[in-house]
């Protein structure tokens, strides 16, 4: 019998095999190739947003084709990095930006604004030693999203998430 932990890690790198851009060599036909960002996404984070970024929304949000919005607004951009899942990641603040720039603009699918700059290293170890531990966090998120909406254009339904909606 396969270890459970093991059978879910190969489930989510085949899943995970449809959004990524790798191409597999001649000696590796049909396997994905996962650069750092989008392993450390599929260990870390596909377990319960999905490997491919979909997810039940009522139970954790969608991050395909929605993830993007978040970058339209400074408070949107740091709530990201600011949840505490992802502020206490073990993951160094380099390799933290990385997975959030392959979930904001890979995953988002189009979704970030035009323009809209990429995480640094510096800019997520700034905003990620203030984890949101100390506010509500549906409550925070639905304010959050509410602005994304009234200032940005984002899709009401990406209010839908755990009874934010």
């Known amino acids: 019998m ?3 932990p093991l059978a879910l890690a190969a489930a989510a790198a085949i899943g995970l095999a449809g959004v990524v851009a790798g191409r597999a060599d001649s000696g590796t036909a049909g396997a994905p190739v996962l650069n750092p960002a989008q392993s450390q ?3 870390r ?5 999905g490997t491919a970024g979909l997810s039940p929304p009522k139970s954790v949000p969608v991050l395909r084709g929605r993830a ?3 970058l339209c607004t ?3 951009r740091e709530y990201i990095v600011r949840v505490p899942n992802v502020a206490r990641a073990l ?3 380099a390799r933290l930006a990385a997975v959030l720039n392959f979930v904001a603009f890979d995953l ?7 323009g809209a700059e990429p995480f640094t290293g510096e800019e ?9 531990t100390d506010v509500p966090l549906l409550a925070h998120r639905r304010q959050v999203v509410n602005d994304l909406i009234r200032r940005c254009g984002a899709p009401k339904d990406l209010l839908v998430y755990g009874g934010a909606g």
């Open 2 to 4: 396969i270890p459970r």
């Open 41 to 43: 996404f599929l260990l």
């Open 45 to 49: 984070c596909g377990g319960c947003h």
């Open 68 to 70: 993007g919005w978040f």
């Open 74 to 76: 400074p408070e949107g």
């Open 91 to 93: 993951l160094d603040d």
């Open 108 to 114: 988002g699918e189009g979704s970030a604004p035009h």
């Open 124 to 132: 997520v170890r700034a905003i990620r030693a203030r984890p949101l």
